[in-house]
């Protein structure tokens, strides 16, 4: 996959360059929307999934089950189910403001919001990655550079570029997305200065809640040899009705 | 006729369904720990070294008996065997928590060389129904925000230096809360422990606004009229809390502020930093010759004994396995530094290993030397 960028050819003459011009703001109205698109078909209206992250390295291997309950970008709610020495652990975010349940001490601590580009719970995913903070619609500049085929399907290729206003960890996302089902198929995470940091990877396309989906997900980091980290959909519903006063710490506090 | 009948089984078939969806979740959680603890202290002043060993186990019970209403019973059971038991006096007396009105300690076996102690250190019921929220039995009352020292809690405190005790002591205590809002609540509560005139009572607002979590309290506490007010928020990147608590003038008890202030940050590649004062304004705050004449008691309204209390924290994951912390204090005036580094390593999935150490130093005749260290090696495993 190349990431040079859209190749179109410069012509000499005003109304060709213009005639260029058109359909590539039509394309970039295109990419947002693909985007939109496979945004919205994960993420639904609301979303209750459980998930089990499993954190790989040479020699050993964590796993750790979890259940989610998300609403748009502003709000989720992360309780961990496994392993015992965790099982309790509450994780709530609420449009800036995150917070974490220690059920052995039984309190709720309010977390910096530096902490949001950390790695959560030691896997390869940022508290960002699992919480949404930003949204991959509104907070970056798209645009289509091709198309590709993964797995026997035809994607897109977007590029995503953060937008100068948004507190976003990466410099830039390359996203391949089904053209038909509108899935995130791959994705390459750059940082600030360019640099290729993480690969995710979409499989097991399996329909979900009435939806099809990539129910499993590795995200690889690219400098370090034989670490990935896997996450698998357990289960998953969409679009149920969950009130903003569902995201609370005194929810945090009754949640199973 | 028919159509009532219809919607009656409808309606039967729809609770019955509820009930089924609502007892897939069981109705007891039990979970746990073992933890295995070995301790070497090195006391510098008199050129002696003592060892001890501990043993160490939790239960914790909750049953659900129904949606509003949790049981909740938890018991520490603690072994200690070793050179330490033998040398200090009354050992066995020093595991009672003071704070606890019932007594609901046993000790096992009490000999020489070996202390078996069982405590309940929480044994109450929970009932919660919409905005209400209703508590009674042993328990702890977490109002403070802060992560070292908490002003705010007023019914419980707890020694920062016991990093063994993570669930932190209780207390005998009745407890009402009403929701008023998403992030809104009004509580009150009441306690009382074994000593004479010690009954807490004292009621919390808290509110979230301009994303800080605010609440004040006021209260009497062991007779002493006190207010405060604590705050977690962020500014920019970092957080920042927040602790105050007054204590009125009562007779022979002397009026009494304590502050905390507290900013946080995690930086790049994984670097957690804190940083946290503590003010109490009956602290000692002059260099004490004898270090041991200090009262290390620590209560709600003395959380340390020294006036102006610092402590920075670095913190990093150097792998997903292994983390280090470390903890630097130093109380200005009494010149006392006590260093706090840690190492703990995720051995299997629910087994970890700890390597910490605690070492005092202090300003004694003009001079500022080693007072004591302290190692411990600890296992523990989950379930």
């Given at each position: 996959?190349?990431?040079?960028?859209?190749?179109?050819?410069?012509?000499?003459?005003?109304?060709?360059?213009?005639?260029?011009?058109?359909?590539?703001?039509?394309?970039?109205?295109?990419?947002?929307?693909?985007?939109?698109?496979?945004?919205?078909?994960?993420?639904?209206?609301?979303?209750?999934?459980?998930?089990?992250?499993?954190?790989?390295?040479?020699?050993?291997?964590?796993?750790?089950?979890?259940?989610?309950?998300?609403?748009?970008?502003?709000?989720?709610?992360?309780?961990?189910?496994?392993?015992?020495?965790?099982?309790?652990?509450?994780?709530?975010?609420?449009?800036?403001?995150?917070?974490?349940?220690?059920?052995?001490?039984?309190?709720?601590?309010?977390?910096?919001?530096?902490?949001?580009?950390?790695?959560?719970?030691?896997?390869?995913?940022?508290?960002?990655?699992?919480?949404?903070?930003?949204?991959?619609?509104?907070?970056?500049?798209?645009?289509?550079?091709?198309?590709?085929?993964?797995?026997?399907?035809?994607?897109?290729?977007?590029?995503?570029?953060?937008?100068?206003?948004?507190?976003?960890?990466?410099?830039?996302?390359?996203?391949?997305?089904?053209?038909?089902?509108?899935?995130?198929?791959?994705?390459?995470?750059?940082?600030?200065?360019?640099?290729?940091?993480?690969?995710?990877?979409?499989?097991?396309?399996?329909?979900?809640?009435?939806?099809?989906?990539?129910?499993?997900?590795?995200?690889?980091?690219?400098?370090?040899?034989?670490?990935?980290?896997?996450?698998?959909?357990?289960?998953?519903?969409?679009?149920?009705?969950?009130?903003?006063?569902?995201?609370?710490?005194?929810?945090?506090?009754?949640?199973? | 006729?028919?159509?009532?009948?219809?919607?009656?089984?409808?309606?039967?078939?729809?609770?019955?369904?509820?009930?089924?969806?609502?007892?897939?979740?069981?109705?007891?959680?039990?979970?746990?720990?073992?933890?295995?603890?070995?301790?070497?202290?090195?006391?510098?002043?008199?050129?002696?070294?003592?060892?001890?060993?501990?043993?160490?186990?939790?239960?914790?019970?909750?049953?659900?008996?129904?949606?509003?209403?949790?049981?909740?019973?938890?018991?520490?059971?603690?072994?200690?065997?070793?050179?330490?038991?033998?040398?200090?006096?009354?050992?066995?007396?020093?595991?009672?928590?003071?704070?606890?009105?019932?007594?609901?300690?046993?000790?096992?076996?009490?000999?020489?060389?070996?202390?078996?102690?069982?405590?309940?250190?929480?044994?109450?019921?929970?009932?919660?129904?919409?905005?209400?929220?209703?508590?009674?039995?042993?328990?702890?009352?977490?109002?403070?925000?802060?992560?070292?020292?908490?002003?705010?809690?007023?019914?419980?405190?707890?020694?920062?230096?016991?990093?063994?005790?993570?669930?932190?002591?209780?207390?005998?205590?009745?407890?009402?809360?009403?929701?008023?809002?998403d992030f809104g609540t009004v509580e009150l509560a009441y306690a009382s422990s074994a000593g004479k005139k010690s009954d807490i009572v004292a009621t919390r607002f808290s509110a979230n606004?301009?994303?800080?979590?605010?609440?004040?309290?006021?209260?009497?506490?062991?007779?002493?009229?006190?207010?405060?007010?604590?705050?977690?928020?962020?500014?920019?990147?970092?957080?920042?809390?927040?602790?105050?608590?007054?204590?009125?003038?009562?007779?022979?008890?002397?009026?009494?502020?304590?502050?905390?202030?507290?900013?946080?940050?995690?930086?790049?590649?994984?670097?957690?930093?804190?940083?946290?004062?503590?003010?109490?304004?009956?602290?000692?705050?002059?260099?004490?010759?004898?270090?041991?004449?200090?009262?290390?008691?620590?209560?709600?309204?003395?959380?340390?004994?020294?006036?102006?209390?610092?402590?920075?924290?670095?913190?990093?994951?150097?792998?997903?396995?292994?983390?280090?912390?470390?903890?630097?204090?130093?109380?200005?005036?009494?010149?006392?530094?006590?260093?706090?580094?840690?190492?703990?390593?995720?051995?299997?999935?629910?087994?970890?290993?700890?390597?910490?150490?605690?070492?005092?130093?202090?300003?004694?005749?003009?001079?500022?030397?080693?007072?004591?260290?302290?190692?411990?090696?600890?296992?523990?495993?989950?379930?």
């Amino acid at each position: 996959m190349d990431d040079t960028g859209y190749p179109r050819q410069i012509c000499k003459q005003v109304l060709v360059i213009i005639g260029c011009l058109l359909p590539f703001v039509q394309f970039a109205q295109t990419a947002a929307e693909i985007v939109q698109k496979a945004d919205a078909k994960m993420r639904g209206k609301t979303a209750i999934v459980e998930i089990s992250i499993k954190t790989i390295r040479p020699g050993w291997s964590r796993s750790m089950d979890a259940k989610a309950w998300t609403k748009g970008t502003d709000y989720s709610l992360i309780l961990v189910q496994a392993p015992a020495k965790d099982k309790g652990i509450v994780f709530l975010k609420r449009k800036k403001e995150v917070w974490n349940w220690m059920p052995s001490l039984e309190r709720t601590i309010k977390l910096p919001p530096s902490m949001m580009s950390q790695s959560w719970m030691g896997t390869d995913f940022t508290n960002d990655d699992l919480v949404k903070e930003s949204s991959v619609v509104n907070d970056y500049d798209h645009t289509l550079l091709g198309d590709t085929v993964i797995s026997g399907r035809n994607c897109y290729i977007i590029r995503m570029i953060p937008k100068a206003t948004a507190a976003v960890v990466w410099g830039k996302l390359i996203v391949c997305i089904d053209k038909t089902d509108f899935l995130e198929l791959h994705t390459r995470f750059y940082d600030e200065e360019g640099v290729l940091i993480n690969i995710m990877n979409g499989y097991d396309i399996k329909l979900m809640d009435g939806r099809l989906i990539p129910t499993r997900f590795e995200m690889i980091p690219v400098e370090k040899r034989n670490h990935k980290t896997e996450m698998i959909y357990r289960s998953v519903q969409f679009d149920r009705s969950i009130e903003d006063g569902f995201f609370t710490t005194e929810k945090m506090k009754t949640i199973r | 006729m028919k159509t009532i009948c219809l919607i009656a089984v409808v309606c039967l078939a729809a609770v019955c369904y509820g009930q089924d969806s609502a007892s897939q979740k069981s109705k007891w959680e039990v979970n746990g720990y073992l933890k295995n603890m070995q301790h070497i202290s090195f006391d510098h002043l008199y050129k002696q070294d003592v060892s001890g060993n501990l043993l160490h186990n939790r239960i914790n019970l909750k049953w659900m008996p129904a949606d509003e209403i949790t049981v909740v019973a938890q018991l520490r059971n603690r072994m200690f065997w070793g050179e330490e038991i033998k040398r200090t006096p009354q050992f066995a007396t020093l595991l009672r928590n003071s704070n606890e009105k019932l007594n609901m300690q046993v000790l096992w076996i009490n000999s020489p060389s070996v202390i078996m102690h069982s405590n309940t250190e929480r044994l109450y019921i929970d009932y919660r129904k919409e905005k209400w929220n209703a508590r009674l039995g042993r328990q702890r009352i977490n109002w403070g925000v802060s992560t070292t020292w908490n002003p705010n809690d007023v019914f419980n405190s707890y020694n920062f230096l016991d990093f063994d005790y993570e669930e932190r002591p209780g207390v005998d205590a009745a407890k009402l809360q009403y929701q008023f809002s998403d992030f809104g609540t009004v509580e009150l509560a009441y306690a009382s422990s074994a000593g004479k005139k010690s009954d807490i009572v004292a009621t919390r607002f808290s509110a979230n606004k301009w994303n800080y979590d605010l609440h004040a309290i006021t209260g009497v506490v062991q007779q002493q009229i006190t207010i405060g007010a604590g705050w977690a928020g962020s500014i920019k990147e970092s957080g920042f809390k927040g602790e105050l608590q007054y204590y009125f003038t009562h007779h022979a008890l002397k009026e009494r502020l304590n502050i905390v202030l507290e900013w946080d940050r995690v930086f790049k590649k994984g670097w957690y930093t804190n940083a946290s004062v503590l003010y109490n304004s009956l602290g000692i705050d002059t260099v004490v010759n004898n270090f041991y004449t200090i009262d290390l008691k620590l209560s709600p309204q003395n959380l340390m004994p020294t006036k102006w209390n610092l402590i920075a924290t670095a913190s990093k994951e150097i792998t997903p396995l292994l983390s280090a912390n470390t903890s630097v204090l130093y109380t200005p005036g009494t010149n006392l530094l006590i260093l706090l580094p840690s190492l703990r390593y995720d051995l299997a999935t629910n087994l970890t290993a700890d390597l910490i150490g605690q070492s005092f130093f202090a300003q004694q005749e003009n001079r500022f030397r080693a007072i004591s260290t302290r190692c411990f090696l600890r296992i523990k495993w989950n379930f």
